[in-house]
């Protein structure tokens, strides 16, 4: 080849490539025009966040809800006060989160201290009191170092999964849920969503009486399984087990709306039915039939992140049209947890105090036991605390809110309770049935076409969806402008050093 052709052949290449992939964006510097986001819970309100971030003010952002804003971050409303029925705790170290609240002006909730007690079916086997030293001093003589075993463990695992944040503080994304746990724990962390939560503790020297009477209650409370779940997501849960925790005032499903409104996004109260592709040329666009209360409509999209779980047992409503080939389905089921917000006077009895005066907790977990019907139960406070607010005494009437397996009957309400005066029922499909498929779903779909809540699969949690929202608006916004030095790099801390 003569030398005079040499600065011709990048032009060259990159012609070919665009013309042997329409399903790659042009190289022309131009933004996408228009990107739409289904579903309006916290995954799908910050992915609209950050891709105004990313992309700037021009595109048009549309976000599809079929429900309530807010999905499973939700409330019901009793005697005139609204309770969290959903996702109510967020984590001291959830930077993104704590950055949402900021920059919406939100408040921190002021907490309400209350005790926790385990209960077996027969009797309280743990409980909380007001002196710590003595509660440390009860896990020693009961379970031995096994608690400091947990903690030392939980730590190591928050502390390199803190990574993330600087990894995308400084624009790196990753095309798989693996690509970014592999970051941020190399081959541990992906081992730890293939392997049981129970068989790592026993191999830490955790002993199994404090797996079955703390690691499972806990593990009941937060995602209703048992210790069989994978590691890494037990990981999360006990991440959320801690003191450290707060919640928004007036609600957290605040942050939702409050993030649509910081993007500029449009919301379309309406049900996607299908999406299918639409090639023009070389460029590949997304069309979204979809129905609202009082028509049908469709649309034309360059990018589109569903951040709504597709598995059949949701029952999302979408369909996928004209892919070839197929899109796959996507495997496993959802979990069905059951949130019972009751107004009425707790039966002390049950748990083994007859006079009500003398039960001092807040809120009491359960063992694993086939004969509970039930996983928790808690006293709750409404979502905005006045200063003179105090916590109802259990020979009062209270707020208390159950979650279970199935919807409760009268016979194990009045269990419950010794009387009630309303009761509302919340079914959710709140989490992944961890178990019940091998792998984590994919991120990428097809050209443009992003899946969030495959994050799930590896922890359920408000953070886990907005780590996951900045992930795919990076990734959208790197494939769209060909980066691809800034996805799925390989050794990212040294990179890093490397740049400052």
Not at 112 to 124: D, I, L, M, Q, R
Request: hydrophobic share 40%; aromatic share 10%; charged share 15%.
């Amino acid at each position: 080849m003569s030398a005079s052709l040499l600065p011709l052949l990048p032009v060259l290449l990159a012609a070919w490539t665009a013309l042997g992939d329409p399903g790659t964006p042009q190289l022309d510097g131009a933004p996408p025009t228009k990107i739409a986001v289904v579903g309006a819970g916290i995954g799908g309100t910050a992915t609209a966040h950050f891709l105004r971030q990313h992309f700037g003010p021009e595109v048009q952002v549309d976000v599809f809800e079929k429900g309530e804003v807010g999905g499973r971050l939700a409330t019901v409303t009793v005697n005139h006060h609204d309770y969290e029925s959903g996702g109510s705790i967020i984590h001291s170290l959830n930077l993104h989160m704590q950055e949402f609240v900021k920059q919406l002006g939100l408040k921190y909730r002021r907490s309400v201290a209350g005790k926790t007690s385990v209960f077996s079916g027969e009797e309280v086997i743990l409980e909380e009191t007001d002196w710590y030293l003595l509660d440390l001093f009860r896990l020693w003589w009961r379970y031995g170092i096994s608690f400091i075993r947990l903690q030392m463990w939980v730590e190591e695992i928050m502390e390199k999964f803190m990574r993330i944040y600087k990894y995308q503080a400084h624009g790196y994304a990753f095309s798989s849920v693996e690509e970014l746990l592999g970051s941020l724990g190399g081959s541990g962390f992906i081992n730890m969503t293939r392997r049981p939560l129970s068989d790592s503790l026993l191999e830490l020297g955790v002993s199994q009486r404090f797996i079955d009477e703390i690691i499972a209650p806990i593990m009941r409370v937060n995602y209703g399984q048992n210790v069989s779940i994978p590691a890494f997501v037990g990981a999360v849960s006990l991440a959320g087990a801690q003191t450290n925790l707060w919640a928004v005032e007036g609600g957290n499903k605040l942050v939702c709306s409050g993030l649509l409104k910081l993007a500029n996004a449009n919301l379309l109260q309406a049900q996607v039915t299908t999406i299918s592709p639409v090639s023009s040329g070389e460029a590949l666009q997304y069309q979204l039939n979809f129905t609202t209360a009082e028509a049908m409509g469709s649309e034309l999209y360059d990018i589109v992140v569903l951040a709504t779980p597709l598995q059949a047992s949701v029952g999302s409503g979408v369909k996928f049209q004209g892919f070839s080939p197929p899109l796959e389905t996507l495997p496993g089921n959802y979990h069905c947890t059951v949130a019972t917000v009751v107004h009425g006077y707790l039966n002390t009895s049950f748990f083994g105090f007859p006079d009500p005066r003398l039960f001092p907790f807040a809120s009491v977990l359960t063992t694993d036991k086939p004969d509970l019907f039930f996983n928790s139960v808690a006293s709750v406070c409404p979502v905005n605390i006045s200063a003179g607010f105090r916590r109802k005494q259990p020979q009062e009437a209270g707020i208390y809110k159950v979650f279970s397996p199935q919807p409760l009957d009268k016979a194990q309400l009045k269990t419950l309770f010794r009387s009630y005066y309303s009761v509302q029922v919340t079914e959710w499909q709140a989490y992944p049935r961890y178990g019940s498929c091998q792998g984590l779903p994919p991120v990428e779909l097809h050209s443009n076409l992003y899946y969030l809540n495959g994050i799930e699969w590896a922890g359920s949690a408000m953070e886990m969806s907005s780590v996951a929202a900045k992930n795919i608006a990076l990734l959208a916004y790197h494939r769209w402008n060909r980066q691809t030095d800034m996805v799925d790099q390989k050794d990212l801390m040294h990179r890093i050093k490397t740049e400052l």
